[in-house]
């Protein structure tokens, strides 16, 4: 493709690029609105429009595949969604072929791509626009015609890309022998980790799902971790008794798990887990050690447990045993958790 023809075809994509900005924004908050209603925890979603030089670039590169380049190129508009787990990669994949018109032949997924002897980052690629039902709302008349590039990716799938990236090789057979051979061992790695990350997220849902079973079944003799601990915290008495212990108390955040029982501004899952450790940590200075010790302490005596909690709460000091000790009163708080 000349370079006059080149110009011309940035020329209109420049003098167009606020229609494609708007695009980049209805997609990005449409994604972010569905994977929010999905309940998939994303680390980030991004997107951009593609730069003028980075078009220009292309289009000379490219430019004897393209008839029509601002119809031809998918990523004008580009958009990444990264997540933590492979598995949430997957539920991503069934969203968006559930809510766009995917088109198929420029959509790939690179581990399908790849030679059993190649290594790269294993991300994937989809190039849609917009389903039937959505292409009739007025919000999207502007766009229907137009396309996006979405690619999903692991945590580590993007860190290896990044990394990838920034060593600016374009194609394997580019790399230097011993070059080549340590990064296809680290993409090996890379690939392994975020298969034994799926493999820990599913063993920790396990872990709670058995915990689960054994607080029903009132087999409360398990470690005071914080999976056992969150759990105990869902029963309202428990809740209750905290709550009155605490109000007013900057340790609110403890069982903020429960929104009815704390400020809006701490009921947060980051407060809850920094809560939880607290909390934990504080009663193993008193040597609770099982989850049947916390009960029987919260439970068969009302009035002793609201005590101990308040106590817990102000400034503490540790004897020579490491057992805390409240300082107002000096009560050996160990004694309550026999």
């Known amino acids: 493709m000349s370079d006059p023809s080149v110009k011309a075809h940035v020329s209109k994509f420049e003098a167009c690029r606020p229609l494609y900005e708007g695009f980049r924004l209805q997609i990005h908050d449409l994604l972010g609105r569905i994977l929010h209603h999905e309940n998939i925890d994303v680390i980030d979603v991004q997107s951009r429009v593609k730069e003028i030089a980075s078009l220009e670039e292309k289009i000379l590169r490219k430019g004897e595949n393209y008839q029509d380049p601002l119809n031809d190129i998918t990523d004008l508009v580009g958009l990444r969604i990264i997540v ?3 598995a949430d990669a997957e539920r991503v994949d069934d969203i968006i072929r559930t809510n766009f018109e995917v088109d198929q032949l420029n959509t790939y997924r690179r581990s399908d791509t790849l030679a059993d002897e190649q290594f790269g980052y294993l991300s994937n690629h989809y190039v849609v626009a917009m389903d ?28 290896w890309a990044a990394v990838d990236h920034k060593m600016n090789y374009k194609a394997t057979a580019d790399i230097p022998s011993p070059v080549r051979r340590k990064m296809a061992m680290l993409s090996a790695i890379f690939e392994l980790a975020d ?7 599913e063993q920790r849902l396990q872990v709670r799902e058995d915990y689960s079973t054994a607080v029903r079944e009132a087999s409360m003799d398990l470690p005071l971790d914080d999976t056992s601990i969150s759990l105990l915290l869902e029963d309202e008495e ?3 008794i905290i709550g009155e212990a605490l109000r007013d108390a900057s340790k609110q955040t403890w069982f903020s798990l429960h929104g009815n029982h704390v400020p809006e501004a701490v009921n947060t899952e980051e407060n809850s887990a920094k809560g939880r450790s607290e909390l934990l940590t504080l009663l193993r200075n008193v040597n609770i050690r099982s989850l049947s010790q916390l009960q029987v302490l919260l439970t068969s005596d009302r009035a002793k447990s609201i005590m101990i909690i308040r106590s817990l709460n102000v400034h503490d000091e540790y ?16 004694a309550g958790a026999t």
């Open 84 to 86: 933590y787990y492979q």
């Open 132 to 159: 039937e039902p959505r292409r009739s709302l007025p919000e999207w008349s502007l766009y229907t015609r137009m396309k996006a590039e979405i690619q999903v990716r692991t945590a580590l799938q993007h860190a």
């Open 195 to 201: 298969e034994q990350f799926g493999l820990l997220r």
């Open 238 to 240: 428990v809740i209750e």
């Open 319 to 334: 004897d020579e045993h490491s057992r805390y000790r409240c300082v107002p009163c000096r009560c050996d708080l160990a």
